[in-house]
Each structure stands twice: as C-alpha cells, then as structure tokens.
C-alpha cells in the first residue's frame, strides 16, 4: 500500500496570507497526486491534479506543485472560503489513499 | 454535469451488512475511464478511501476493507451499490459516493475524483 502523510494536520492565517501544504508518498507516485477542499458539512471538491493542473472553475491562487514523494499546496491570497480542511490523494496505485487532511483556521 | 446521489438506511445494527446505492445522473456509467468509487468519513475524521467498481464489473478495494466489502454495478438502472459486511461501530461514518476519471492529454495522464455525492450518513448501533 503507498501511504500519505500531510502536514501539517492544522495552521492558522489571515486573509490575504500565503500558505503551504506538504504531502509526501510512501513511494513514488509520479504526478498522480491529487488536492482536494472540504468546507465543513460539505462534500469534498477537485483543486487540483496531476500534482500542479487547477481543475475547471479553481482559482488561480491555488498552485500545487512536485512529483515522485513530495508534493505541496499553496494558496496565495489566502480568502475568507479558502477556510476548510485540504486533503491530498495518491491516485498512482489502484487502491487509492488520502492524506489524514490539513485543517485551515483563521 | 454528471451528479451522484447516495441512498440507503441510516442505522445498521452490528454484525449486519451495510448496503448502500449511489444513483448517476447526466452522464453514462458505461463510460470508459470512469471508476465508480465509495469513499468514507468518520465524524471528525479524515477521508478513507473504499473502492471502486469499473464498468466491467473489476473491482478494486482498500486492504484494510477487502473481505467485508463488495462494490457492484447495475447499469440498466445507472446505478453502483456498496456491501459491507459484519459492521461494527468503527464503521460508523459519513459514506461518499464519487466519480474517479482516467484522463490522458499529449503529455500525460492522470487519475482525480471529480464529481462527489452529497454523503449519507450511517450509524452502526444496536
């Protein structure tokens, strides 16, 4: 199994910061890698894949970047809804895993 | 814009199977590249990935899950369902059902879920 580990699990900013958030692999995956945002309540949604391609409709202060085991979101200009929990995803191996999440607070 | 919509009973007692159906709308589920794929979510807890079933009925599941779970397809109805056998309490979660695209350009390809269920969710207790 290809483990994910994110960090850190929880940060704090403000609005109009910057920050970034690191996702490494077990083993290399490539750039199949994947970030998603979870408000509280909600379902999660697609940022970006392919560790650095923003999916349809993302802002572009969101950028990812690596590939092989480290990986790492940021978030420029940081807005009032970027507040929410960031998963990352290994997408590589058939059986899939998730980051334990990273918690976003004001 | 495809949309997944879960469905099924909030209360499972324990040692008792969990059955859940997600139905697809506003797009085929017999689409190639598409993995249909249940995810789940602890209160409080992070994201724990299930499996998935492909339209070919192939099925690929989480270590951790293999040998209680079961994911199948049915699309005549448009529909995948997911079988967890023997719950306990630590099954107690929010269940997702999602959309895993296989997408390939000029350069390179990619595996992402891009369209999520709104989740159910489910309380193993007697």
């Known amino acids: 199994d290809i483990q994910v580990t994110q960090s850190p699990s929880s940060l704090s900013a403000s609005v109009g910061g910057r920050i970034t958030i690191t996702c490494r692999a077990s083993q290399s995956v490539n750039r199949y890698l994947n970030w998603y945002q979870q408000r509280s309540g909600r379902a999660p949604k697609l940022l970006i894949y392919a560790a650095s391609k923003l999916h349809t409709g993302v802002p572009s202060r969101f950028s990812g970047s690596g590939s092989g085991t480290d990986f790492t979101l940021t978030i420029s200009g940081l807005q009032p809804e970027d507040f929410a929990t960031y998963y990352c995803?290994?997408?590589?191996?058939?059986?899939?895993?998730f980051g334990q999440g990273t918690k976003l607070e004001i | 814009q495809v949309q997944l919509q879960e469905s099924g009973p909030g209360l499972v007692k324990p040692s008792e199977t969990l059955s859940l159906t997600c139905s697809v709308s506003g797009g085929a589920i017999s689409s190639d590249n598409h993995y249909w794929t249940w995810i789940r979510q602890p209160a409080g807890g992070g994201l724990e990935w299930i499996g998935y079933v492909y339209k070919s009925g192939s099925t690929n599941y989480s270590p951790s899950l293999r040998g209680r779970v079961t994911i199948s397809l049915d699309t005549s109805r448009s529909q995948f369902s997911l079988r967890l056998t023997s719950v306990t309490a630590a099954d107690t979660a929010v269940y997702f059902c999602?959309?895993?695209?296989?997408?390939?350009?000029?350069?390179?390809?990619?595996?992402?879920?891009?369209?999520w269920g709104q989740g159910i969710p489910v309380t193993v207790s007697s």
């Open positions: 999602a959309r895993d695209v296989g997408h390939c350009d000029s350069v390179s390809c990619s595996d992402y879920l891009d369209s």
């Open positions: 995803q290994q997408s590589y191996s058939n059986s899939r895993s």
